[in-house]
């Protein structure tokens, strides 16, 4: 009875045991206990990533970071296109217009 009292698991996490067959209870519940934490924070990562493409997180970064840019060429371009349609107007309507410009 003393031998059984005086043995200790190898594992830190099985300090309370005092049989062999114990210890590897104690084990087999360690292990599994890892898997389900590893199965969890596989699960949130999963989740996470999930929702940064549901929510388009991503996208809209990096869709306000170019947009600038964007807004500012469509702009030029807008302001172009009235220019060229405003000048297109009036040489219609003023065939003199032109050698008018060339002109001056």
Known sequence: ???????????????????????????????FLLFTVGVLV????VALIWLLFEFNVVCRCLKNKFSKK???????????????????????LNPNCRRDMIES
């Open 70 to 92: 964007n807004h500012e060429i469509s702009e030029i371009d807008a302001k172009s296109y009235e220019e060229t349609k405003y000048l297109r107007r009036l040489s219609e």
């Open 1 to 31: 009875m003393t031998s059984k009292q005086n043995f200790t698991c190898p594992q830190l996490f099985a300090f309370d045991c005092d049989q062999p067959n114990c210890c590897d209870n104690y084990q087999m519940r360690f292990v």
């Open 42 to 45: 596989l699960a949130l990562l």
